[in-house]
């Protein structure tokens, strides 16, 4: 049980458009769930923190109209890259918190998302 | 932000040794200090510690916190070329985890 899937695993965009990455829980329904960066080499970087029907809580420093965040359900939450550009080019991963787990370690995460922008 | 420190951040070895990973952390308002592994992709949660000085165990893997010290350590023991991957330790904070940089363990057969 407690699956998360992302799709796509992996996509390549030109620089300047927009693209969707879907994080969804398979098992189970999720009020949360998180999207975070993780840059080659480095640690995961929390970026926003999305609840069902309302609005997405961004990171410092995380721009919140080029990370667009959208959790219209319990059980799916999208990430749209809008504008990309090389420097967006990295590995997201998002979670999801079950209904009634209160913890942030009560989390489970997708395989993650690879984005190229060239 | 309360900051989460790995060391080392890149560690090889041969099949069979034994390797301990070391993370270290700011703390206003400590609750959970966890481990994960990544293995390319979703990470996998090993341990939660709350509690100083008590280890946890699974199989050939244990973990143990220091609360007044503010570390935590990872030990793998007779390592496997199936436990190379990226070793994460967070801490949870408000609402969410903080993470460190991880460690690369790279198991040579």
């Known amino acids: 049980g407690a699956v998360v899937s992302q799709h796509p695993s992996w996509v390549i965009c030109k620089s300047g458009t927009s693209v969707k990455i879907e994080c969804r829980s398979l098992?189970?329904?999720?009020?949360?769930m998180f999207w975070y960066r993780q840059f080659p080499k480095q640690s995961l970087m929390l970026m926003a923190t999305?609840?069902?029907?309302?609005?997405?809580?961004?990171e410092q420093g995380v721009e919140k109209d080029k990370f667009l965040i959208n959790h219209a359900s319990l059980t799916l939450s999208t990430l749209t890259v809008t504008s990309a550009h090389p420097e967006d080019s990295s590995f997201y991963i998002c979670s999801a918190r079950p209904v009634g787990k209160m913890h942030p370690y009560e989390q489970y995460f997708g395989p993650g998302t690879r984005l190229t922008v060239t | 932000e309360d900051k989460v420190v790995q060391s080392p951040l890149s560690l090889v070895v041969h099949e069979g040794d034994t390797v301990t990973l070391n993370c270290s952390y700011e703390?206003?308002?400590?609750?959970?200090l966890l481990w994960y592994k990544q293995e390319k992709k979703a990470p996998t949660f090993l341990f939660m510690l709350?509690?100083?000085?008590i280890e946890k165990k699974s199989g050939r893997l244990s973990s143990i916190l220091d609360k007044k010290e503010l570390f935590s350590i990872l030990n793998i023991t007779a390592t496997q070329t199936g436990d190379s991957a990226i070793y994460l330790c967070?801490?949870?904070?408000?609402?969410?985890?903080?993470f460190g940089q991880g460690t690369r363990l790279t198991i040579n057969p």
């Open positions: 967070a801490r949870e904070g408000a609402q969410k985890l903080v």
């Open positions: 703390v206003t308002n400590f609750r959970s």
């Open positions: 999305s609840n069902e029907g309302s609005k997405a809580t961004y």
């Open positions: 098992d189970f329904q999720a009020t949360t």
């Open positions: 709350t509690s100083s000085g």
